[in-house]
């Protein structure tokens, strides 16, 4: 049973660029949330898509946006990136009103 | 953003050696849960946590929500090598908030053989 898949496993661009990350949620799970952890901290939330839409969002800017498709899988849009948007960007899937998440192993995004 | 106050921030013990670390917040949870990472991975969820004053266990790990829904705490009993890594503990609002979880700054652990 494949768990949480992300792409890409890395990945580096340009200051004021914009990017796209996708995940695959665990099988059966059908809520997908995306966090945001910066070296030596703990995630922090980004937004959930629950039935193709956003249903809580973090304190971040609308440059981050996110889109749930129909087979729940899911993607990251950020825009304008910052340098301060390097980090690794955690998606996690669970079924909905569940918060024991299955977290997939990340995306690494440096911004140079 | 917020995060929990999670201590101590890192420990090295010997193996064989009992572990205690704690998580605390201002504000009120009504999930804990406790997490742990490998370098280059995601976190993967030790224990997780629903009601005030619950203890639970998973093979060496206890974790107890507490009472004041404030804290939460993670023992480690007769620690292995292989129980080395980050640990978070990340707390969740439930209700309409159910998948808003915010993570402590996690607890470096060092198990020396």
């Known amino acids: 049973d494949a768990g949480v898949t992300q792409s890409p496993t890395h990945l580096i661009k340009t200051r004021g660029q914009q990017v796209t990350l996708r995940c695959s949620p665990k099988s059966g799970h059908d809520t997908v949330s995306w966090y945001q952890q910066a070296l030596g901290q703990g995630p922090q939330f980004i937004f959930q898509?629950?039935?193709?839409?956003?249903?809580q969002r973090g304190n971040f800017p609308d440059r981050f946006s996110g889109h749930q498709f129909p087979n729940y899988s899911s993607e990251l849009n950020v825009n304008a990136l910052l340098l301060g948007d390097s980090a690794l960007y955690l998606c996690?899937?669970?079924?909905?009103?569940?918060?024991?998440?299955?977290f997939g192993s990340g995306t690494r995004l440096t911004v140079v | 953003g917020q995060q929990l106050n999670q201590s101590p921030q890192s420990m090295f013990i010997q193996e064989g050696e009992d572990v205690s670390m704690n998580c605390t917040s201002s504000s009120i949870f009504n999930t804990w849960l406790w997490y742990k990472q490998d370098p280059g991975e995601g976190p993967v969820l030790l224990i997780a946590l629903y009601k005030a004053g619950e203890l639970t266990s998973n093979g060496r790990l206890t974790a107890q929500f507490g009472i004041t829904r404030k804290d939460s705490f993670l023992n480690i009993s007769a620690s292995i090598p292989s129980d080395v890594g980050i640990y978070f503990c990340?707390?969740?609002?439930?209700?309409?908030?159910?998948?808003?979880?915010?993570f402590g700054q996690g607890t470096i652990l060092t198990v020396h053989p």
């Open positions: 996690a899937s669970s079924w909905w009103t569940d918060s024991g998440y299955t």
């Open positions: 990340a707390g969740g609002a439930g209700g309409t908030s159910y998948g808003k979880l915010t």
């Open positions: 898509y629950y039935e193709e839409e956003e249903r």
